[in-house]
């Protein structure tokens, strides 16, 4: 699609196509339900948004997903950073989304669709667990297991945790995994696998497509914790002297 395409591309016809664009027109302040009749061009000149800043975010969507990353293969430190700036930049952002989403499609069709009632409440529940859970790693266990790995390449000693050993932070990290991802299969079932009804609205479609993405995006964060930086970092502060 060439820039006059997309200029006179109707906001709502667009999301139609690509459910995934209702995110970016709503991080513009952008109607994209009910007042998704108009042009992009039109809505960004009412919004005040310069074309080509919402053209730079509508383009990315069509880029090619990028080659499989050989995660346990990098430097734990570094899988913790990556982590934080891939993993929990996408949840923090991703958050505020899905239940401004979920609360307005509550609002409007709890009552001839009561499940999205239930998905707003549950993923209010998601949202506080994942906050305090993605604070404790930030804060606590992931800065310890960083430490670990500078121990290890300068054969140092660190000082003894108050928690004893790294098992125990892992332990409950492991544990509020599983916990988000229990309640997340409730919504899967309560959204049909994030299906639609078919006299959806465009929130309603953007909701259970962000909600999809999110559960996906999860399903590797918590792969890149569980399978390979907690295992790894339990054998490496088996080889470092704690004081």
């Known amino acids: 699609m060439n820039v006059i395409e997309l200029k006179e591309k109707k906001v709502g016809d667009l999301v139609k196509e690509n459910v995934k664009s209702a995110h970016i027109f709503k991080k513009y302040g952008i109607d994209f339900c009910c007042g998704g009749g108009v042009t992009i061009e039109k ?35 570094f899988l913790c950073d990556y982590i934080v700036n891939t993993h929990h930049a996408y949840v923090s952002e991703a958050i505020p989304l899905i239940l401004s989403y979920a609360s307005k499609v509550a609002q409007v069709h709890g009552h001839a669709h009561p499940a999205v009632i239930e998905i707003n409440n549950l993923f209010i529940g998601v949202a506080e667990e994942l906050n305090l859970h993605m604070i404790k790693e930030e804060r606590i266990l992931f800065p310890y297991i960083k430490n670990v790995c500078k121990a290890s390449r300068g054969n140092e000693q660190i000082p003894k945790p108050t928690f004893g050993t790294v098992l125990h932070p892992i332990q409950m990290m492991e544990s509020e995994h599983e916990t988000v991802g229990k309640i997340l299969k409730e919504i899967a079932i309560l959204s049909n696998n994030y299906t639609p009804p078919e006299w959806a609205c465009n929130t309603f479609k953007a909701l259970y497509a962000k909600l999809d993405e999110f559960e996906q995006d999860l399903h590797l964060h918590v792969h890149l914790e569980n399978n390979i930086l907690f295992p790894k970092a339990i054998e490496l502060e088996k080889i470092i002297s704690i004081k």
């Open 43 to 77: 809505a960004c000149r009412k919004a005040d948004i310069p074309f080509e800043k919402l053209e730079a975010d509508l383009r990315k969507l069509s880029e090619a997903t990028p080659a499989e990353q050989k995660y346990d293969k990098w430097e734990l430190d």
